[in-house]
Nanobody
C-alpha cells in the first residue's frame, strides 16, 4: 500500500488548508485512515482518524477546527483545517491501518506552517 499526502503549505494564523491523502489498494473502504503530526523537537501526535466503520476521532487540540473525511471512490482521505494557529505548524503524516490495529503504512509527510 502506498500512501501519498499533498496540500501542505504556508498560511497565516486564522487561515485554512486542506490536506489530501491517497492510499492504494482495492480494499481502501476497509482501511482506517489517520492523520498525525510532528512539530520540531516534539513527538509525533495523533490528529484525527476515520475508521472504516465511519467513526471519526479527533485530538482535543483540533476538535472543532479540523474535519477529517474520505472519498472511497477516490481512495482519498482529507483533512480540512480551519482557524489555524501557529502551534499547528508541523509535518503532517497520513497513515493507513489495513488490519485490525496498528497503522502499518505511512506517507512521507507534508509541511504545514502557520505564521502569526
Amino acid at each position: 500500500v502506498q500512501v501519498v499526502e499533498s496540500g501542505g503549505g504556508l498560511v497565516q494564523a486564522g487561515g485554512s488548508l486542506r490536506l489530501s491523502c491517497t492510499a492504494s489498494g482495492r480494499t481502501f473502504p476497509l482501511y482506517t485512515m489517520g492523520w498525525f503530526r510532528q512539530a520540531p523537537g516534539k513527538e509525533r501526535e495523533f490528529v484525527a482518524s476515520d475508521k472504516w466503520s465511519g467513526e471519526l476521532v479527533y485530538a482535543a487540540s483540533v476538535k472543532g477546527r479540523f474535519t477529517i473525511s474520505r472519498d472511497n471512490a477516490k481512495n482519498t482521505v482529507y483533512l480540512q483545517m480551519n482557524s489555524l494557529k501557529p502551534e499547528d505548524t508541523a509535518v503532517y503524516y497520513c497513515a493507513a491501518a489495513t488490519g485490525a490495529n496498528e497503522y502499518n503504512y505511512w506517507g512521507q509527510g507534508t509541511q504545514v506552517t502557520v505564521s502569526s
